[in-house]
């Protein structure tokens, strides 16, 4: 079993539709987990269901105890976060500031902050539109634990796949966007990321950090140019990028109404009846094989 990222730096590269494309074909020898915890849309791409849902624990949260309050202010001075402050009858905390460091704890002298279990989203379990696997999560909004519910994302894929019969051939990762701890998480131990680069501007530069960071993990990459065919000086820029990270160019989808016409419709390209986008997804997919050496 190979364990297949799609990543590109930045939002709305395409890499969540490619990655549909591909769950789509590898069908029940496939399983989808949806990384991108913070906007997980998966989910609406593979027409997924629900099957099953838990509460997803992000650690320890603090609250005052208004009754044991003294209010001497000692806690809102020492928070470097301002996430302390006075109400009506006592000093209160903002979850959304906290960044959890304790100090209020310690320094209370009527032992008046507690530690509770702070819900920090879900974990789902859902079949696709083709029954094969989806496993994606939710984030509480403000909850900063993201790597951490990524991680509980992709151990929840592998061990579904483990004891999967007939045997799964992949997992397949949608990483989030950006460079930092989450996308870290979806990408560490991979066997194959796809970087998805969009031909433009952003797209190329934030491709760009994306490939500087897995070159810093080690991590064998390929390269998908999406969008193309807008402009030719950012289509070369691609092409230039991926050359430069040595990662090998599979396809170069065109900016196609098309491709945006069958994601609307539901179809992951794969099931396409449009015979253009059909084949891109089956060209796409065979070529992620061979680069995965399945
Ligand atoms: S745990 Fe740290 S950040 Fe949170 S309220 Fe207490 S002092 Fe502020
Ligand atoms: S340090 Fe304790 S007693 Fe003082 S305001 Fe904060 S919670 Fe209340």
Redesign the pocket.
Known sequence: MKTIALASGKGGAGKTSVAAALGAAFGLQGINADCDVDAANGAIALGARIMSSEDYWAGEGYA??AS?????????L?CRFDA?A?TAS??AIDEALCERCGA?VD???????LAHDKLGGALYVSKTRWDSTLVHAELVPGEDTSGKLVRAVRQRAEAIAAAANPPIEAIIIDAPPGIGCPVIASLSGVDLTVVVIEAGSSGVRDAARLFELLSGMKRAAIAVINKAGIDAYWDAQARGLAEAWNAPLIAVLPWDKRFRLSTERGEAWFHSPDVFVAGQARSLYSAVRSAAAL
């Open positions: 005052i105890n044991a309050c003294s209010s001497c202010g000692a806690c809102a020492a302390i006075r006592a000093y209020c320094l209370c002298p009527s032992g008046a902050v």
